[in-house]
């Protein structure tokens, strides 16, 4: 590769200033960040002067700098419900899109994203971060070995402050908190462990039975989500998450399956990522020796899915979080809220 990718950023609050800075600055040689876009005027000066970017090349309206700045691609990270006018308007602009998660709040939005993708012929894909963790990573090497899965749970419980409101003096919470905002345990956090643990079981949901409600919480968003999938092998899989229990273990999937089982812990010190089970040797904890220091300390997997993401754009190559994964996960998440509803099973719809 001749030149950096230039890269404009679609948001500049706490995730990319926490997490996906860290990223980016790891990987100079192949992306730049060359132009910001941000209605909140202190995230473009702290993340301009961090990444050098001149005060001109720095926008409060996205769509100023999807039609002036020299950029190759960009990294939408905004609230949920701004998603699918941004790519859209991204994809019409004739650029590369890494989207934050969910692609978009409903699946009526999700259709309109890729007919504008398809449209115009770009790139695009979803941050799915916890598949990029050493301990995924390394459970998906098991996964052949293991043969076909059956069972598998998922689970991602912690409380959130009392005053987890709409008007909450912290812009993420306040947001994450509102309907009109695509906000809500389910879309926001059980998302991850609904990818995660699909991951694990190699097969699509089919069917899934669910309770998404607000139990506990003064929002009017759901802050509690268990979910019943049942997915295209046959396996079983259950999924469990809230805004409103405290958390034994913050985050955790597991895949049983005919030659022994899996189970992977999120976020914590790589030593503790991961232990596969099997008659032979029972439980016991894999070493991730294999993987250097910064990927053991990647314990988000950000930095190894944007290093991924953005070589095989240089390269031209698939990219490694397709649309579709990303569809099907805002699929199981729109069948699980009609279930509660309907107090059924519901099929799931396909990309």
């Given amino acids: 590769m001749d030149k950096p990718i230039r890269l404009g950023l679609i948001g500049c ?47 409060i309206d996205y769509r100023e700098m999807l039609e002036h700045a020299a950029i190759d691609v960009v990294t939408i990270a905004t609230p949920h419900s701004l998603h699918a006018e941004q790519v859209i308007a991204a994809a019409n602009a004739g650029v590369a899109i890494i989207s934050e998660k969910p692609m978009a709040t409903n699946l009526e939005e999700a259709d309109n994203i890729l007919a504008a993708v398809r449209r115009n012929g770009v790139p695009y894909t979803v941050v799915h971060n916890y598949i990029f963790t050493a301990g995924m990573r390394a459970a998906i090497r098991e996964l052949d070995a293991l043969g076909e899965s059956h069972f598998g749970r998922s689970v991602g419980m912690g409380l959130k402050p009392t005053d987890f409101s709409a008007d909450h003096p912290t812009p993420a919470f306040a947001w994450r908190a509102s309907k009109a905002k695509g906000g809500g345990c389910i879309i926001d956090t059980s998302y991850h462990e609904i990818y995660s643990v699909c991951t694990l079981m190699q097969s699509p949901v089919r069917y899934v039975e669910a309770r998404v409600q607000t139990l506990r919480l003064d929002i009017d968003v759901d802050d509690i989500a268990m979910l019943l999938c049942e997915h295209e092998n046959g396996g079983i899989t259950t999924v469990s998450g809230a805004w409103c229990v405290p958390a034994t273990d913050f985050g955790w999937c597991e895949m049983h399956a005919e030659n022994g089982s899996l189970r992977v812990r999120h976020r914590v010190n790589v030593e503790d990522a991961l232990r596969r089970f099997t008659r032979a040797d029972g439980w016991k904890q894999l070493e991730l020796s294999e993987f250097n220091e910064a990927e053991q300390k990647d314990a988000s997997g950000h930095v190894c899915y944007f290093t991924e993401t953005f070589n095989a754009l240089a390269a031209g190559a698939p990219l490694p979080v397709p649309a579709e994964k990303a569809y099907h996960n805002l699929a199981i998440i729109e069948a699980a809220r009609k279930a509660t509803t309907e107090r059924r099973a519901i099929e799931i719809a396909s990309a």
């Fill in 13 to 59: 609050g706490g995730i990319v200033q926490n997490t996906h800075a860290r990223a980016y600055s790891a990987l100079t040689d192949t992306v730049q960040v060359t132009a910001l876009a941000d209605v909140v005027p202190e995230n473009l000066e702290k993340v301009g002067e961090h990444f050098n970017v001149s005060v001109e090349n720095r926008w």
